[in-house]
């Protein structure tokens, strides 16, 4: 294919990757596959690297992300970014309707809609193209963050129709509530703190400095103010209504989003509406944002210096209410991490009564400048989770001492450690730690790993206490004349006790992987690497190549695997659980064969006949080997709709075969 030959065929590939991106991400409308998709995106960025003249910006292949910026640019708002009066009450909104309706001439319309709890951008678009993408800031000058925004779907990089030649469109870029719970729930797996709220962790992942990271994490973007067209239509409710047509993804008006209405009940009847249902939304609200519809109205009425008149935002009271700070208790997990607690005063909220809230980490104690005896306010956060939002500052007494974080263990007494990049203090005591030990215990003998009935919290803090039990092995060396001494423990419970330990000889070999309680190693985590290695003792002799080679394994997980098992101790309870007849290793599963010995594969994307786990057990019963990334050693990749197209790419770049999944059943039948 010659230069001008390959011009044309870009071109053609963009705009037809574009609006197929367009009708999903915008329209909730699938025109071809997701593997189709990437199949025209991986020709598309095979040609702009042959052709690099032709490759430019906007170019679909930008939505994967692969930028790194350094720095963000401050740039100056051609238009600032004024922020709203906001009001707690109904009383205000009617206040607010009554100046307005003094202010101007007859009937007035207004528009109602959903106050998005996300970050605020300004987008602007020069001859249809994503040109820039700056935040709010402090609204006269923001950050540029168009790398990152060019990696949300549902912001279009090119636009359709009959559009201005230079504006800026404004919205909300936000964290979907399903997207946020899975990020939170691979976090929790990995052992690692978990993000406090979806607002915030949208605002830092727009400043990653990676944008590939940017594309994984699932942004969303509702966009509905236009600005530097002129009057393109009378009112804002009709304009946003014709910026769709170029391809925008704008509040609904069919689920109620967005809504125009003249009269004052109109507004409240919104209002009452989303008070009730706004825990139903896929994302977070925190408020009503109600505007005057007409433009030429907006302009009679003005701006004050920090807001327009026009315009006035409703926020729900998050419901908050003030108690005494009794003290700061420090608790000790099984890794070690310290959390300060705030013991409270009980009091009660949202339909409960409230006597602790976490502080989370050091750096909130010292945010939140608390003092002995301060009188606090509390919310619950996401309306689930206790939390100190500030203090009463007046009730302070003159004297009263701040509260510094403890610089040793609560339990042991020894030095804590604040590990490099990371906001927790640990205690370096994790062989003697009692509270570490029993917390060790108590995960091992936890559902999720040994399940064990008839051992709880309460027994094994009286077994550790009387010498009878010191590690998990411990456990398996109880006989019923020791356990009956214990007090309340009478023939029954301790007869269930050993009969729970008998029983969980017969858990798999991944539940037990996961009860070692190895740093990083969660439920999903001690499952893949069960599967892949087969035993306990590939697993401690793995080295760090074969380990990240492993599905979803990444470098920290196996470094900590690896330092767990240099640990001789760590080796030593490994060994006495393998004597008493724990399970170490995968089972030959019936119907299990070696059809597929010697073969190493990688599984990604939605399939149809099977989930991607059945595909990987199918793989491993008929042994081949399942890898997480992509080599000149992967013998086939298995592809299915919604597969990131670098992996494919990738997988092209080096020949690797890539199969459907009809193509794969036919080989395992072959």
């Known amino acids: 294919m010659n230069a001008d030959s390959a011009k044309i065929e870009i071109e053609k590939l963009s705009k037809e990757l574009n609006q197929h991106n367009q009708s999903y991400y915008v329209e909730d409308k699938s025109l071809i596959s997701d593997f189709d998709f990437d199949q025209l995106l991986i020709k598309l960025q095979e040609l702009e690297e042959k052709f690099p003249q032709w490759a430019n ?183 946003v209504k014709k910026v769709a047509d170029w391809g925008f993804k704008i509040p609904s008006e069919k689920l109620r989003y967005i809504e125009k209405t003249k009269s004052l009940d109109g507004v409240m009847d919104f209002i009452e509406f989303w008070s009730e249902k706004r825990q139903k939304l896929p994302f977070e609200i925190d408020g009503i944002v109600i505007k005057v519809n007409k433009y030429h109205k907006q302009e009679e009425l003005g701006y004050t210096a920090k807001s327009p008149r026009w315009a006035i935002s409703y926020k729900f009271k998050a419901e908050r209410v003030e108690t005494s700070l009794m003290n700061v208790t420090f608790q000790v997990g099984r890794t070690g991490a310290i959390t300060p607690v705030a013991n409270l005063k009980p009091v009660q909220l949202g339909g409960t009564t409230v006597q602790r809230a976490s502080l989370y980490n050091a750096d909130q104690i010292v945010k939140l400048d608390l003092h002995e005896n301060d009188q606090v306010y509390v919310e619950k956060g996401g309306e689930i989770i206790p939390k100190i939002v500030g203090v009463n500052l007046t009730e302070r007494s003159g004297n009263s001492r701040a509260i510094n974080f403890i610089d040793k263990c609560p339990e042991c007494d020894s030095l804590l450690k604040k590990k490099e990049g990371e906001v927790l203090h640990y205690c370096t005591n994790d062989k003697g730690c009692p509270t570490q030990l029993k917390g060790k215990i108590e995960h091992f003998i936890g559902r999720k790993a040994m399940d064990i009935d008839g051992l709880g919290a309460e027994t094994v803090d009286n077994l550790f206490e009387v010498g009878l039990i010191n590690n998990i092995a411990d456990l398996y060396e109880l006989t019923f004349d020791q356990v009956i001494e214990i007090e309340r423990m009478a023939d029954k419970s301790v007869n269930n006790l050993l009969s729970g330990l008998k029983m969980s000889k017969e858990i798999s070999f991944p539940k037990v992987l996961f009860g070692l309680g190895i740093r990083f190693v969660g439920e999903t985590v001690a499952k893949k690497l069960a599967n892949s290695l087969k035993n306990i003792d590939a697993l401690i002799e793995a080295s760090f190549d074969s380990l990240i080679e492993i599905d979803e394994i990444g470098d920290k997980i196996a470094i900590s695997i690896i330092s767990h098992f240099e640990d001789e101790e760590n080796i030593e309870i490994v060994q006495r659980l393998k004597g008493h007849g724990l399970t170490f290793e995968i089972e030959e599963i019936e119907g299990s064969s070696t059809k597929l010995k010697g073969l190493s594969f990688v599984v990604s994307g939605v399939f149809t006949k099977f989930s991607r786990t059945e595909l990987k057990e199918l793989i491993e019963t008929n042994g081949g080997k399942n890898i997480g990334s992509i080599s000149k050693k992967t013998s086939f990749v298995v592809a299915g709709e919604k597969m990131g197209p670098s992996k494919l790419k990738k997988a092209s770049d080096l020949g690797v075969e890539i199969l459907t999944e009809d193509q794969f059943i036919a080989l395992l039948n072959e």
């Open 57 to 239: 910006d906007y170019s679909p292949t930008k939505r994967v992300g692969g930028d790194i910026t350094k720095k963000f640019e401050t740039v100056i708002h051609k238009y600032p970014m004024l922020s709203l009066s906001n009001t707690y009450s109904k009383e205000e909104i009617e206040d607010w309707v009554s100046r307005v309706k003094k202010m101007v001439e007859d009937d007035i319309e207004y528009v109602c809609e959903l106050k998005y709890d996300g970050v605020a951008i300004g987008i602007q678009y020069i001859d249809g193209k994503l040109t820039q993408a700056i935040t709010r800031g402090d609204g006269s000058k923001g950050e540029n963050v168009t790398a990152n925004v060019k990696t949300i779907r549902s912001i279009p990089l090119v636009l359709e129709g009959n559009y201005p030649n230079d504006f800026e469109i404004r919205g909300e870029i936000f964290f979907p509530l399903e997207n946020f719970r899975k990020l939170n729930e691979l976090k929790r797996e990995s052992g690692e703190q978990e993000f406090a709220n979806p607002r915030n962790t949208a605002s830092g992942t727009l400043k990653m400095q990676d944008s590939k990271v940017v594309a994984q994490r699932g942004l969303d973007c509702f966009l509905y103010g236009v600005y530097g067209t002129g009057n393109l239509r009378e009112g804002h409710f009709e304009t």
